[in-house]
């Protein structure tokens, strides 16, 4: 039977994490968002050297593990970077964060790009836009509308992988969890309400997404 009293005492102990996470979160999607954009100009524009850095980049962190690469990022690159041996465990997870979403989102974001109507792109040219005022008032506001839904389900799959952190010895909710369960032998109460809680946040975050896309879309509505 379910220790319902435990699991109400460690609410309250879990949720002082959860800022914690959703900072890491919130930082990686920062910046995973400006690496993802750069990164789809290059793979739209095709120049050739850059590209092939993109795709060489786009595909390794596509097609390892994000537990390996926070690994890599924490325990690996110190032994040949001595700069990063101070590198403490939130760090190493925010960047492994960051540049292994930003990998899935250029590509999210090149797709959102070329799905634009090429005639617009014309007719944008032919009346003198530049290609930057092409890209500002044209481009960029379609692209934007077309990837938020995908965009805001990678913001919700890196709050869910900020778990892994603990692994780094980062104490956060996950981390929190780990230790209250060893201490008490009630893994079933903890892992439940930290699934809980998690559970939440997803659905908040899903309604606030399902508010913005229907915002995005009115002008597009007939």
Known sequence: MLNVEYMWDL???????LPLTLQMAS???????IIACLLAVVRVSKVPVLNGAALLFISFFRGTPLLVQLFLFYYGLPQLINALISINGVTAAVLGLTL????????SIRAA?????????????????????????IILPQATRV??????????????ATSLAFTLGVTEMMGATQKEASGSFLYLEAFLMVALIYWVVVEVLSWGQRR???HLNKAYQR
């Not at 609410?11 to 994490?17: A, T």
């Open 11 to 17: 609410l309250p102990v879990l949720l002082s994490y």
């Open 212 to 214: 913005l896309e229907t």
């Open 100 to 107: 292994h979403f930003s990998a899935y989102m250029a590509e």
């Open 147 to 160: 990837a938020t839904p995908t965009l805001m389900n990678y913001y919700i799959d890196m709050i869910k």
């Open 113 to 137: 790009i070329v799905g634009i109507d090429r005639s617009q792109t014309e007719a944008a040219l032919s009346i003198g836009m530049t290609q930057s005022q092409l890209m500002q008032r």
């Open 27 to 33: 930082i990686a999607m920062v910046f995973a968002l």
